[in-house]
Structures are given as C-alpha cells and as structure tokens.
C-alpha cells in the first residue's frame, strides 16, 4: 500500500533531481529552480502559436488548486529566461496569479533549441494542423520522413501528408484554422502549385465552398488507372519518366486518395503522355494495318471536339470509319457468381434465381465466345476502338458495313 508519506517523499525527489537524454546521451544532473515568472519570457520563434483559451483556463485552475507538477524548461539569454517547453504552464500560472513557477536551466546550441520546441510540439494531441504541417516542414530540412514518424511516434502516411499541407497558400490555411476546410481537402488542394491555388481560391471567391473546391480539384485531377497509356513507360515522355515513380502521383504523396490510389495531380504532363499515346496507337495501327476506330456516332460526328479527332485521324493518312459504318466483335468476359451477385444486387434474389442467371449468362457467354473465335473466317479483321475523349482503347475485331448506293450518296 502506497501511504502518504511515501507520496510525498517520491514527489520532493521527482522535483529535486530531473534526468534528461539529448541525441542519445544522458545529460547531467540538472537542477529544478524556482525562477520569478517576471524574470521568464516566451521565445518568439516558438513554432506554436496558438493556444486554447478554455484548455488555459481549466489548467490554471488546476494549478492553482495543485501548483505545477511538471517543470517548465528554459534557457539564459541577456539577463532573463527564455521558455524552451511548457509555455502553455507558464500561461496558466500567470492566470492562476503564481510568482514563481518550477524551471530546469538548460544550455542550447544552433538550431537545437528549434528542434527540441517542435518535436514537444508535434507529440502533443491538441496541435493545430497548419502549425503542425509547418513543423514537420522545418524537420524535413534535417530528417527523412520515416524519421520524423519515428521521433513523432506518427505513421509514415501522417508524415507525408503534413508535409504535403504544409504547401498550402496562406489563404486556405486560414481556412483549415477556423474549421471551415478539412485537413484531407486542403491536402488535396495543396497538390497543386502555389500559383494554381491562387486562381481556385479566387475563382472560388470570399466565401468557402466545399463543393465548388472539390470540383476543381476533380476536374485537374487524373485517374492513373484509367490513363489511356502505360503508367510505368519511362519512354513515352523522357523528360517526365514513369507516372509510377513521379512524385505528382499522389500514391508517392501518402496515399491521399485512398490506400495505392493513383491519381495525377500535374494536368499538363498528363495530357502531353494522353496525346503522345494517341499519336503512338495511330502510328501502331497505320503500321499493322488495323482498323481505328473512334467511338463516335453518326449524330455526334459535328461535335467540336469529335471534328478534331476525325480530322486528325485523316490527316494520318487513315481511312475514317465510325460505330455506323462497322461491327464488332469483342472478346467476351466469362461470367462468375461474384458478377451475378453485384448485377442483380438490388433485387431480392434466392441463391437459386442467381444461379439460374448465372447459368443463361454462361450460355451467352459460350455463344459469344464461338462467335468471337470464328470472326476472322466471317470477314472481320483486327481492329481498335478508343474513346474520342479519355483515347482509352481496346483491341476488337472489325467488319465493315457494307451500305448500298442509295444509303452512299446520302
């Protein structure tokens, strides 16, 4: 049984003697003093600037009732005590009305004082995020960020993240202090330079708007896994190297859209790869002398965009053919119970009526797989159909209709 007096004696000795461990190294004995709060200053350059006003309150009480139980850490400088750790302590005396406040005197070099505030900082849970990402910054200057994760006890994906808020402009930070914008939205809007969130937070106007930022943010943001050209080619475009090591892949960033979720922040480089691509696969199909196919109907042929495609498809000496003037056939995927089970997953089927489905689906799919094995003796002939936006494609096998006169001169 702990008795009071034993209490008090571990106490008096908690406060008479106080061991710290600096880069690994035990320090010396260091002293706990007394020090006048009139005689103590806080450090200007401390990286924390704010402090809650209700937290500061309640802890005042506390001490008043209780006295500081933990000292504060300081350093000399010019006569007076400057605050290394404990300011929200040494504010909260000043509000409890105390004099004096227990202090360890300790000695610093360089940078280290900076350091030491940031990480006291950082392994406290009531950081506000904008400070926090800034001090991580700082830390990066010095130290990995799996590093910093193991100093922060943080995870390597909360690291990188921070890291990636700290590149946010002034005018969303302000934003993610009042509580209006989420930290996961300002990590998304601080993927792009600092020059393209001017424009969004001008475009956007003075009052915040979730919806129309993350709108913006879609609409200069890629897909990787939809890209229309192979992520891990270092060749398509040299001077960019491969998507999959790039650092605008925000898998590389920590996984800010989704654990492995690749998604290309830098539009410009994406679509120079999209075009370059597309000029691949005509060159690749002029050379293999394949059908190319865009997915555009007849009706849709006097759209802006659908003009430059067919007039780009002409002026590479390719014959212009679109969905009204061919079939195809594509290879056919074979149905599985999974699949059945998600396609009818709003009806209310027994697991019989599923794999009756299932059955007629894999009779179909029998059916299309013979068609799709016996197209070239039924006239077809290699071909590609891509998408006239995205340039997505795929490989099919392509007949062309055959029109009568009348239907020609139309």
């Not at 704010?50 to 506390?62: G, K, V």
């Not at 007039?311 to 290879?331: A, P, W």
Request: aromatic content about 8%.
């Amino acid at each position: 049984m702990t008795t009071k007096a034993s209490t008090t004696k571990k106490r008096s000795r908690a406060k008479a003697t106080a061991r710290k461990e600096v880069n690994g190294k035990k320090s010396s004995v260091l002293q706990i003093q007394n020090l006048q709060l009139g005689n103590i200053k806080a450090d200007p350059e401390q990286p924390r600037k704010t402090f809650n006003e209700d937290a500061l309150q309640q802890l005042s009480e506390s001490i008043e009732e209780h006295g500081v139980l933990q000292p504060i850490t300081v350093r000399q400088l010019n006569g007076h005590y400057i605050i290394v750790m404990g300011e929200r302590r040494y504010r909260a005396s000043k509000l409890a009305g105390k004099k004096t406040i227990p202090c360890i005197v300790r000695t610093y070099e360089n940078n280290d004082v900076l350091e030491v505030q940031i990480i006291e900082n950082l392994q406290r849970q009531d950081v506000e995020p904008t400070e926090e990402a800034e001090a991580i910054a700082y830390l990066s200057e010095k130290y990995t960020p799996t590093e910093i994760a193991k100093r922060l006890g943080r995870t390597d994906n909360f690291v990188r993240q921070r890291l990636k808020l700290a590149g946010l402009i002034d005018g969303f930070k302000h934003f993610v202090r009042n509580g209006e914008m989420t930290i996961s939205l300002g990590v998304g809007v601080a993927l792009f330079a600092p020059e393209e969130q001017q424009m969004m937070l001008e475009t956007m106007g003075e009052d915040f708007n979730t919806h129309q930022i993350n709108r913006m943010i879609k609409d200069q943001t890629y897909d990787l896994e939809k890209a229309s050209f192979d992520v891990k080619d270092k060749k398509l475009v040299p001077k960019a190297g491969s998507c999959f090591e790039c650092p605008f892949n925000a898998a590389n960033q920590g996984n800010l859209f989704g654990e492995g979720k690749m998604v290309c922040t830098k539009s410009a480089c994406f679509e120079t790869k999209k075009s370059k691509s597309f000029l691949n696969l005509i060159e690749k199909s002029k050379k293999e002398n394949i059908l190319l196919i865009p997915e555009i109907r007849q009706y849709w042929a006097d759209d802006e965009n659908n003009q430059l495609i067919i007039s780009q498809l002409g002026k590479s000496g390719l014959k212009v053919y679109l969905l009204d003037d061919v079939e195809i056939i594509e290879e056919p995927t074979k149905p599985t119970i999974e699949a059945i089970k998600i396609e009818y997953q709003h009806y209310d089927y027994s697991e019989d009526e599923l794999k009756a489905e299932l059955e007629e689906a894999i009779q179909n799919y029998e059916d299309e797989l013979k068609n799709y094995n016996s197209a070239t003796d039924n006239g077809f002939v290699n071909g590609t159909v891509f998408h006239p936006d995205t340039y997505q494609h795929k490989t099919v096998f392509v007949k062309i209709i055959e029109k009568s006169k009348d239907e020609s001169t139309e």
